[in-house]
């Protein structure tokens, strides 16, 4: 098998999951991707889930603290950027369905799709 053979994937944004069995679990997206594509839509996961970690540790800090630190704007920046690109990245691979989905939400510049 090629590693530049396209599959159908079955992608959870919300479970930061890529499946390859349709019935593995709950999913939201279809997309189609080879192997360097699939590995590029995981490594986004894994730095989203970085950056929720890493929120989820500075909001307990800040919280404790009492303050609205001008870091958490550049955190939360940071992690909107990554979801972006997650959305983005399963617009261009993903069915027809799976894109139409996607425009529907209204997060993806109009200009770029």
């Known amino acids: 098998m090629?590693?530049?053979?396209?599959?159908?994937?079955?992608?959870?944004?919300q479970a930061g999951q890529i499946l390859?069995?349709?019935?593995?679990?709950?999913?939201?997206?279809?997309?189609?991707?080879?192997?360097?594509e699939f590995n590029q839509l995981q490594v986004m996961f894994e730095d989203?889930?970085?950056?929720?970690?890493?929120?989820?540790?500075?909001y307990n800090y800040a919280v404790g603290t009492l303050q609205d630190l001008p870091s958490d704007k550049r955190m939360n920046a940071g992690y909107d950027a990554i979801l972006h690109d997650i959305y983005l990245f399963i617009h261009e691979?993903?069915?027809e369905t799976t894109r139409k989905h996607v425009e529907a939400m209204g997060i993806l510049d109009p200009g770029r799709l």
């Open 2 to 13: 090629s590693g530049n053979e396209r599959k159908k994937y079955y992608v959870s944004v």
């Open 20 to 36: 390859r069995d349709q019935g593995a679990a709950s999913y939201e997206l279809e997309i189609t991707a080879n192997d360097e």
């Open 48 to 58: 989203l889930s970085s950056m929720d970690e890493a929120i989820t540790g500075h």
């Open 93 to 95: 691979h993903g069915t």
